[in-house]
């Protein structure tokens, strides 16, 4: 009964705090994260906050190689922008090079339906207006059903499950935060597309913190600088 209990209570929280949706991140102009494989750091994935009167435009940029014996054996690079007003959700888009595969992914909005409207590398056609680009910064996430992904438009049907409170230690800072995992609605998936990430948020902030998976390898996002 207390954890049934304490579960509804941490729902209408998340409920509380997501209905901020984008304004929540007022503050924040500029998040930095570094990337580890099997607690080597490879790489960083940036956040940059641009605002002009109601528009917001958050830039993304990743980039890592792995290396061994000094040979670059995969290296991956993507940008991406995506694109507020009025704290509504309105358009993405991004490129990738993928081990020097090209993908990519624009996303506009209907405007009969205000459904989403994407052209991907992996797929083309409508999503419901509900769906979240899988980028992690927004907190919003852990209530959706699914994601899209931010490399090739994919549509990720998802499960969220709360693990629990956790303090996470990096570098000399320790954050109060909330664990969640993340995992395909979809059991048929093959082993290689098939999601499941641990998320960590910062309690009272909803600030990523930190995320890990295991995929050849056990990778690390680690909050790095805010600003």
């Keep these: 009964m ?17 209905n901020a949706h984008v304004e929540h991140y007022s503050k924040y102009n500029y998040l930095e994260y ?5 607690n080597k750091l490879i790489g ?7 605002r002009d009167d109601k528009d917001l435009n958050i830039t993304n ?3 890592f190689k792995i290396t061994k014996l000094g040979v670059d054996l995969y290296k991956y690079y993507a940008s991406g922008v995506e694109t507020y007003k009025n704290s509504k959700f309105i358009g993405f888009t991004s490129e990738t090079n993928q081990n020097k595969k090209e993908k990519y992914v624009n996303i506009s909005i209907d405007p009969k339906d205000k459904n989403l409207i994407i052209d991907g590398s ?3 056609g409508k999503a419901d207006k509900e769906m979240i680009i899988g980028t992690w910064w927004n907190h919003e996430i852990v209530q959706k059903k699914a994601q899209i992904s931010a490399v090739s438009g994919r549509i990720i049907e998802q499960k969220v499950k709360f693990v629990g409170k956790e303090k996470v230690k990096i570098g000399d800072k320790t954050y109060n935060t909330l664990r ?13 597309k098939k999601l499941n990430t641990d998320i960590w948020y910062e309690e009272e902030t909803f600030l990523w913190v930190k ?6 390898g056990y990778w690390e996002y680690r909050l790095k600088t805010v600003k």
Aim: net charge positive.
């Design 34 to 38: 570094e990337l580890y494989r099997n």
């Design 122 to 124: 992996s797929y083309k």
């Design 61 to 63: 940029e990743v980039s």
């Design 211 to 216: 995320a890990a998976f295991d995929k050849t």
């Design 180 to 192: 969640f995992n993340f995992s395909s609605a979809d059991p048929s998936l093959s082993k290689d």
């Design 2 to 18: 207390k954890n049934f209990l304490f579960s509804i209570g941490l729902i209408l929280f998340l409920i509380t705090k997501i």
């Design 44 to 50: 960083f994935h940036r956040y940059e906050f641009s």
